[in-house]
């Protein structure tokens, strides 16, 4: 049985959903969950629910949270100290962001944002040109290192030992860069990402202020808002939340678009999505011929109606 590392993300003190797809993805070889630097207390037995034969609690020396360098450092030793055949985790910002260290250090090859992975052929499927073609890769390496899209793997329980073994990384920081601070998007909101589902405003939202339709809808389904590159460049809403080509990556269970074309360009950044309902007054708006459900008619009057009846 191959043996696999899963990095494991924690936020507000639970696992988050897309680690545990991660550990779908992952079903059927020797799952070590790898938490860095935080308790695993109070998610060992989430993680065993989802498939840990293992919880590796790795620490060093230091303050692991204040240094990309020294994580993936930590990482890395984890992958040599356990003989990993693969490394996974999640396309997030910080995931992004430590498996490219990490394959540097390892001196491996790595294919992220994946939205499907086949451990035992080593294989990825990656979207390409802004959602037109999908590229399937496969890699011939001693560690299969691969990042997976947020939310493009259902998790599914499939439960495990979770033994929890401590294992303390002898590496030290190169000293090259340290985090000083971490600001988390406005109390209670959800990230854009990582969201299951999405809500998002094109031009037809008309200003920063209408956008509070949005928010309103978004608190009643847990949704994260986001918007058109039309609304941004207007000064309607935050480059933070584009969503498409030039913008964040969206794969949400559902993508719901208030007055949006459908141009291609934003359809690059959502096209993943398992179900889309767009809202547009123009019964024509190429989005009609991409979404699973369409309502035609005036989003100040559609959006207020649904909000009432979710
Ligand atoms: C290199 C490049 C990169 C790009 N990157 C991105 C990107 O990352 N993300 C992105 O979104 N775009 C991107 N774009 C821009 C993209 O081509 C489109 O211009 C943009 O997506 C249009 O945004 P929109 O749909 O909000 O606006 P529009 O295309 O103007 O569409 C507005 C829609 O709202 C409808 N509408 C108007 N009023 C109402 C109403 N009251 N009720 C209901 N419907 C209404 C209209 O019928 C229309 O379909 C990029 C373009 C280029 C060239």
């Known amino acids: 049985m191959t043996k696999t590392g899963i990095l494991i993300e924690i936020e507000n003190d639970a696992v988050k959903e897309t680690s545990l797809g991660v550990m779908t993805a992952a079903a059927g070889s020797d799952i070590h969950a790898l938490v860095l630097g935080k308790a695993v207390d109070g998610v060992k ?12 609690n790795i620490s060093v020396s230091n303050d692991l949270s204040i240094s990309p360098d020294l994580q993936a450092q930590a990482l890395a030793a984890a992958v040599k100290k356990y003989q990993f055949d693969n490394l996974l985790g999640t396309a997030s910002t910080n995931g992004k962001d430590l498996f490219a260290r990490v394959a540097a250090i390892l001196d491996e090859p790595l294919l992220s944002d994946c939205i499907k992975v086949n451990i035992a052929e080593k294989t990825g499927i990656k979207s390409h040109f802004s959602g037109k073609t999908f590229a399937q890769l496969k890699v011939n390496t001693s560690v299969f290192l691969c990042t997976l899209r947020p939310n493009s793997i259902e998790p599914a329980a499939a439960p495990a030992l979770g033994e929890v073994v401590e294992f303390t990384a002898q590496v030290s920081d190169p000293g090259l860069m340290k985090i000083v601070e971490t600001k988390q ?5 959800i990230d854009l990402s990582e969201a299951s589902i ?39 809403a935050p480059h933070t939340i584009q969503v498409g080509q030039t913008g964040k990556t969206v794969s949400p269970k559902l993508y719901i678009a208030c007055g949006i074309s459908g141009a291609v360009q934003h359809f690059a950044g959502m096209k993943t999505s398992k179900v889309i309902v767009a809202v547009n007054e123009d019964k024509d708006a190429p989005i009609f011929s991409k979404c699973d459900y369409g309502i035609v008619g005036d989003i100040f009057d559609v959006i207020p109606v649904l909000t009432e009846k979710l």
């Open 185 to 189: 998007p406005g109390q209670g909101k």
């Open 198 to 236: 999405v809500i998002s405003g094109g031009r037809a939202i008309k200003s920063a202020d209408n956008f509070a339709m949005l928010d309103l809808a978004a608190e009643k389904i847990g949704a994260a808002v986001g918007a058109s590159r039309a609304a941004v460049d207007a000064g309607y």
């Open 45 to 56: 037995d989430k993680l065993a629910e989802y498939g840990a034969g293992k919880i590796v």
